[in-house]
């Protein structure tokens, strides 16, 4: 070991605090946090016997270490988190943002509330039900509370501006307090119900709708008794699905891990009410440290998404640490008491036991199917002859409406999955009227820069077209001196009947154009290679056409406002520099307006940009988007399927 990094070593204090490894050339690769840092670090040197890929990896790699103290553990564990997500360590557990669950809220200080899908938790005073293991589970909660419960569905604008009721009103599902004189107290009495249904309080719930539907009986409201009676069917249907995990009734989050080598996978049981409410998989690689270690950092990332906190969280085994800290810092995020424990008999061990067997099973699949589209992948490589294997794939479409409005995508695929991180949208600035070749040659070299810049290139381009634009990008390609990067063109065949329908050869109607070949390439109609390399290119089709509508619509809004009577350039301005952007001026409402530029001319700038308010269609003014060109896109989770799925 280095003299310097071994005196380093030798003065490590005995404070609590955080250790930053780094490599050879100063490129942090591991951030941990300990009570006592030189217990702590020293224990990496001293494993006598660990064949683990970690310590002989601490020999050859580690060139600096530094360290921060802070006064106790929960203060460690904050600074932990923080340095994993600004320098995004190699060797770090990384959540990304799109992975916490789906949830509703339902915020009790409107007057006539209503369940809204979010993502994130907020101290905003409403209330949070969930988290949903899936968009399929949380859609079937909302069918069935629209259908039975008659909460209102529409945005706050949209009540506040209808003028006659909805479809939902004419078949019964909504009272439109929008239009109607709906009674605050009543539908409140909807509110609770739903509040009951959603935490699980079946016994209370159903003895208060049959003791409703007995009234309604006797007050001879049979309609009424009626829909109580189905709404309490459904409801016992429901509750029949649920399993009831715990007998004391409370939400706790149950996790555990398994790993084989450096493959990693963490999973997550959420139990909601003493009822199992769904889980969820986390699998990373390249982990080579200690699992201790690991599942605290994990933790402590997970809640730090925003997700809600429970009453218990259950381990599968003692933190390095210990469970201190990490209950401190848990209590302070929920607000209230939370207990941190590694049960070791009891209802809880078995709730653990369960995770643990969930996590195993979720890592054997995902090894099945990272088996399976390495399979794929190298078939791949070996039917088109490419020289790298497509383990990062990206592919470029080019979309205009009638020559104008030219834009571009980028999509991405790493190891057969969708990798949204890397997804790019891009305005052609050279072109100004339809040239797919000139628009693909644009796109190209700007990805090439910046890969250049960043050291961050593909393993395979694939090209929306034929020969004209896989020449197009090969010349960019050309142009910049890359080397070592694969190009191909996909594109339909101008005969579209497929050549053998019988046989199970049945030749796709896509044709493969790779360089260097005079004929294109025509893969098997049905196989996996061919599906994926389709899927990924109707993927790029679908987010470049998602692109040029915003920005169609922004220009919309653009030419809205400038079609106003009265609202000049000095006006447009004004309001651009108050809201930031034209989509919050669409969404601003009369009072946010009247602001800026007076009541009178508030309301016929509303007007103007909204029109009819009775008008039923959507409203495009909230699709505006000010996205600038190549910019990084985080897309929801319904915003598309993975390329590589079924």
Known sequence: MDIRLQEKLDALPTEPGVYLMKDKRGTIIYVGKAVNLRSRVRSYFNRSGDTRVFVSLLDTMLGDLETVLVHNEKEALLLENELIKKHKPRFNVLLKDDKQFISLRLDRTQPFPRLEVVRKYEKDGARYFGPYSSAGAIRETLRLINRFFRLRTCTDHVLANRKRPCLLYQIGRCPAPCVHPVSPEDYGKSVDEVGMFLEGKAGQLIEGLRLRMKRAAVELKFEEAARVRDQLLAIERSLERQKVATTDFKDQD?????????RILFYVLHVRQGRLNGGQAFPFGSQEFPDDELL????????DQGGFVPEEVLLPLEPGDGTDGLEALLTER?????RVFVPKRGEKHELVGMAVKNAEQAFIERKRTKDETDTVLSRLQSKLGLRNFPRRMECYDISHFQSSSIVASQVAVTDGETDKSRYRKYKIKTVDKQDDFASMYEVITRRLKRGLEDNDLPDLLVIDGGKGQLASAHAAMKDLGVEGVDVVGLAKSRDQEVFDRDAESAK?????????????????????EMFMLTRMRDEAHRFAITFQGKSMRKSSLRSALEDIPGVGEGRRKMLLRHFGSLKRVGDASIEELAEVVGPAMAERVH?????????DTDDPVREASLDDASEPVHEKADGGSPPGAA
């Open 508 to 528: 796709s109607p896509e044709r493969i154009f790779v360089l260097g070949r005079k004929d294109p390439i025509v893969l098997p109609q049905n196989s996996a």
């Open 254 to 262: 149950v996790f555990a891990l398994y790993r084989e080598g450096d």
């Open 334 to 338: 929920k607000g209230e008491r939370v």
């Open 296 to 303: 605290a950092s994990f933790v402590n990332l997970y809640y």
């Open 607 to 615: 007007a103007g940009l909204h029109g009819d308010p009775e008008d």
